[in-house]
């Protein structure tokens, strides 16, 4: 098929706002900024949802507007959109029983994530070569796809190493299995692929710019030469900086920021092409406040999209699995891994629909659309947008009791905030367990053992975790109840082998009770999970010289201490 007429004007919305909203100049920018100012991104974690708000929640929004805009459009999307769809939702709903196969879900969605971004950066730099007037060529498409593939083959061996952050970063895992789960390349073989494809990147880099170069001048390449260099800032360099100097990025490392910030300026990509489409489509007209309409149904839908299943799924309604404890990451992959889905089948430039209007600036080929009916038609429209902005009100009451309410009050101890933010996180469906953690551990230090076991105790029953048990064991160690204590904390390592708090205090509460070989299997234990708190490696060692000045052999057996290791 025959390419469609490039435009006389290769820009969508302008230069500027190309550069800065389609192309990653404005996502530089910022990341300068911050820097400048000396903010950390890291920092700005608690802050994050009300910036996704404003750009990830509405570039999904957007995708539903465009597949269900229309009668034609969801008849022409009806395969990814109700066929593909239930699939995946059938997948979540599994997955929220067996955390193994929810486990590969999040996987899948994790490794596709950065693949769905570069196909997005490919497609616009394609989209940008015919708009400039270049002959693209099957050489030229060789080039411009194989740069992009190997750019992301180097994201692909660095999660799927054996020594992965996804097995760290809280942004890759929860409680009871749910997790990303890497392939576990190992290392050696890591570093040669990585080193292979760096130096394939560098060869595919100069012949890509030479071959452009030659047909067509620097200024009509600018787009695709900040759209390379965007696909680079995101993704070639966290990782190999993160390889070269693993400390520069700070203790959660460059493959969590880079997926946080690359996800933002993916989504803000995403929103300035699809308003374009939407403009010439004739969806959208070009004043003000069509375009803030449209923004605001995005938004609407996006959120409803995020909410409404977590809050079905979680503790508000049928209790199945809280948001912090893998609800919230299961919730992230069908959403995610539908809409990858949906897009690959809405924006190829080989549909005249879509290259119509992408490469040719003009309105795309579309079936007459029926007239509108009217009636109890403004019924349904008013439902959807009161859904929507229900949805919106618990992601900012989410937002801002997650931020003030819980991980500030924390903090500065306040307890009756904490309480607050329990019963409105409770209110809209997201209550979980730490909450409760937090709040038996503040109720504990004000003396009242027996509100904060009640806590600790709301907390298992939302999901186990190995501090709400270490919380239990701590109180019944002050109250001397060393069988109690003893069992909680040997509850808590079932749940975490290698839990340090949960180790030490177990290894402190055997040596109360005369165990001296179990205190010291589990000190040691508790000084390999935890070898950077000193704290801990220094009760080992007490307990070690507390021992040696003993000679009365424990149960028939003497105790036999080689070094620092106990056997």
């Given at each position: 098929m025959s390419s469609p007429r490039a435009p006389a004007r290769p820009w969508l919305l302008g230069p500027i706002a190309d550069l800065l909203f389609g192309c990653g100049l404005g996502y530089a920018l910022v990341v300068a900024a911050l820097i400048g100012l000396g903010i950390a991104m890291d920092a700005m974690r608690g802050w994050l949802p009300f910036v996704v708000l404003v750009t990830g929640v509405p570039h999904y929004g957007a995708t539903l507007l465009r597949v269900v805009g229309s009668p034609e459009a969801r008849r022409r999307h009806a395969r990814p959109l109700i066929h593909l769809g239930v699939l995946v939702w059938a997948l979540f709903v599994v997955s929220l029983f067996l955390p193994r196969l929810g486990a590969i879900f999040i996987t899948l969605y994790l490794t596709w994530s950065p693949w769905h971004y570069t196909g997005q950066n490919y497609g616009i730099v394609m989209m940008y070569l015919h708009r400039g007037g270049f002959v693209v060529t099957p050489l030229s498409r060789r080039l411009v796809r194989g740069w992009f593939a190997l750019s992301f083959a180097l994201v692909f061996f660095n999660i799927h190493n054996a020594a992965s952050l996804g097995d760290a970063d809280p942004l890759y895992v929860a409680a009871g299995g749910y997790?990303?789960?890497?392939?576990g390349i190992p290392e050696g073989v890591t570093k040669i692929a990585l080193l292979a494809v760096s130096a394939a990147l560098a060869a595919v880099t100069i012949a890509l710019f030479l071959h452009l170069l030659?047909?067509?001048?620097?200024?009509?390449?600018?787009?695709?030469?900040?759209?390379?260099?965007?696909?680079?800032?995101?993704?070639?360099?966290?990782?190999?900086?993160?390889?070269?100097?693993?400390?520069?990025?700070?203790?959660?490392?460059?493959?969590?920021?880079?997926?946080?910030?690359?996800?933002?300026?993916?989504?803000?990509?995403?929103?300035?092409?699809?308003?374009?489409?939407?403009?010439?489509?004739?969806?959208?007209?070009?004043?003000?406040?069509?375009?803030?309409?449209?923004?605001?149904?995005?938004?609407?839908?996006?959120?409803?999209?995020?909410?409404?299943?977590?809050?079905?799924?979680?503790?508000?309604a049928f209790g199945v699995?809280?948001?912090?404890?893998?609800?919230?990451?299961?919730?992230?992959?069908?959403?995610?891994?539908?809409?990858?889905?949906?897009?690959?089948?809405?924006?190829?430039?080989?549909?005249?629909?879509v290259g119509d209007v992408l490469v040719s600036g003009s309105s795309p080929r579309t079936e007459p659309e029926p007239p509108p009916r009217h009636g109890s038609s403004w019924i349904g429209r008013a439902a959807l947008v009161a859904a929507g902005c229900v949805a919106v009100s618990f992601w900012l009451v989410s937002t801002w009791e997650r931020e003030i309410g819980e991980?500030?009050?924390?903090?500065?101890?306040?307890?009756?905030?904490?309480?607050?933010?329990?019963?409105?996180?409770?209110?809209?469906?997201?209550?979980?367990?730490?909450?409760?953690?937090?709040?038996?551990?503040?109720?504990?230090?004000?003396?009242?053992?027996?509100?904060?076991?009640?806590?600790?105790?709301?907390?298992?029953?939302?999901?186990p975790t190995p501090a709400a048990w270490v919380g239990i064991g701590k109180i019944h160690e002050s109250q001397h109840d060393l069988a109690s204590a003893r069992a909680a904390y040997e509850a808590a390592i079932s749940l975490d082998p290698k839990h340090a708090d949960a180790l030490d205090h177990l290894s402190q509460v055997w040596l109360a009770l005369g165990g001296w070989n179990e205190a010291i299997s589990m000190g040691y234990r508790a000084t390999l999970a935890a070898p950077d708190r000193p704290e801990i490696r220094r009760r080992y060692?007490?307990?070690?010289?507390?021992?040696?000045?003993?000679?009365?052999?424990?149960?028939?057996?003497?105790?036999?201490?080689?070094?620092?290791?106990?056997?």
């Open positions: 997790r990303f789960t890497p392939l030659r047909r067509r001048g620097a200024a009509r390449l600018s787009p695709v030469v900040a759209l390379l260099a965007s696909q680079a800032a995101w993704f070639v360099a966290p990782v190999i900086i993160g390889r070269l100097w693993p400390g520069l990025y700070g203790p959660r490392g460059p493959a969590a920021l880079a997926f946080i910030w690359a996800a933002i300026a993916h989504s803000v990509q995403y929103l300035w092409i699809s308003l374009y489409y939407a403009k010439q489509s004739g969806a959208v007209r070009g004043t003000a406040r069509a375009t803030g309409g449209y923004l605001g149904a995005a938004v609407l839908a996006g959120a409803a999209l995020w909410i409404f299943p977590a809050f079905v799924a979680g503790p508000g699995l809280p948001f912090e404890s893998g609800l919230g990451l299961l919730v992230a992959s069908a959403v995610n891994v539908h809409h990858f889905i949906l897009d690959g089948a809405i924006w190829r430039l080989r549909d005249a629909r991980r500030r009050a924390v903090l500065s101890g306040n307890l009756e905030r904490l309480s607050i933010a329990a019963r409105r996180l409770s209110l809209i469906g997201l209550d979980g367990p730490r909450i409760h953690v937090s709040l038996g551990g503040l109720l504990a230090r004000h003396g009242d053992g027996a509100a904060a076991l009640g806590e600790y105790r709301r907390s298992l029953a939302l999901a060692e007490d307990l070690l010289r507390k021992i040696s000045l003993e000679t009365e052999p424990l149960g028939g057996e003497e105790i036999v201490v080689k070094g620092t290791a106990y056997e």
